[in-house]
């Protein structure tokens, strides 16, 4: 949300004049509303997930509507960043939007969007692959069977890797002042498109796993994801929900 955070710098740093000011600063404000509101949303569903994928039990009707929720949510976020591209552009010229985009170049050293999942989902695949590594109590078929979950994060990473191109593909589109809206549209579609694709591919990991484990073994999983959220560093936001760090001039959505 690089150019949402900038806007209060542009209104003061930028030759603009004052109707331009009021109206950055009234985009702004509606920005920052709607897409606190679409987080908050993202998050209490992502949490919702986490509560499902908690219990040995998997209630397939909350795993479905979270990942829903979820995936609405996202779309919206993403949704939004495009409504704010087309915003900014109809209050600057091409000259100030080239400012705007430096001044974004020179206050991010890494202007661009970090693409990664959410926390939970890493540290469920570092336990799984410590469970392996350290589960006594798993059978040779049950071993061979886990490994065979694990390997499905080849696909998964086929998934993030198809995600990271589009997003480099949208910063560019959006870094041009001149804004090709289909183009912008189709990445949208396609960032979306892999998102989701990453919520199934998790939520069939998850049924995978309970087809394997018995319950005891997969408490001792849980316990182990349970040590590591604990654990994690304080000001870590990755388990959020938008599966993102800051993103440029809007939210790509994690």
Excluded: C
Aim: charged share 30%; aromatic share 4%; proline share 3%.
């Amino acid at each position: 949300m690089i150019a949402l955070m900038a806007m209060p710098v542009a209104v003061r740093a930028l030759d603009l004049s004052a109707d331009q000011k009021q109206k950055l600063k009234a985009v702004g404000a509606e920005a920052r509303t709607n897409i606190e509101s679409r987080r908050k949303a993202l998050g209490q569903a992502r949490m919702d997930l986490l509560g499902v994928y908690r219990l040995y039990k998997l209630d397939e009707r909350k795993a479905q509507d979270a990942i829903t929720r979820i995936g609405s949510a996202q779309k919206a976020l993403l949704e939004a960043q495009l409504d704010n591209q087309n915003k900014i552009r109809q209050i600057l010229n091409a000259d100030q939007f080239a400012d705007f985009q430096r001044m974004i170049s020179t206050r991010m050293h890494r202007p661009g969007m970090a693409i990664e999942p959410p926390f939970e989902e890493k540290v469920l695949e570092d336990s799984l692959n410590a469970a392996i590594r350290s589960q006594t109590s798993l059978t040779p078929d049950q071993t061979r069977r886990v490994e065979r979950i694990r390997r499905v994060g080849q696909s998964r990473q086929e998934a993030m890797g198809s995600m990271r191109q589009s997003v480099q593909e949208l910063t560019a589109v959006y870094s041009k002042f001149d804004l090709d809206s289909k183009a912008a549209r189709k990445l949208v579609d396609s960032i979306h498109r892999d998102q989701m694709s990453l919520m199934w591919m998790a939520h069939r990991r998850q049924q995978a796993i309970r087809a394997v484990l018995g319950e005891d073994q997969f408490n001792q999983l849980q316990q182990s994801i349970e040590q590591q959220l604990k654990a994690r560093p304080r000001g870590d936001h990755r388990s959020r929900g938008d599966s993102s760090r800051k993103p440029p001039q809007g939210n790509h959505g994690k």
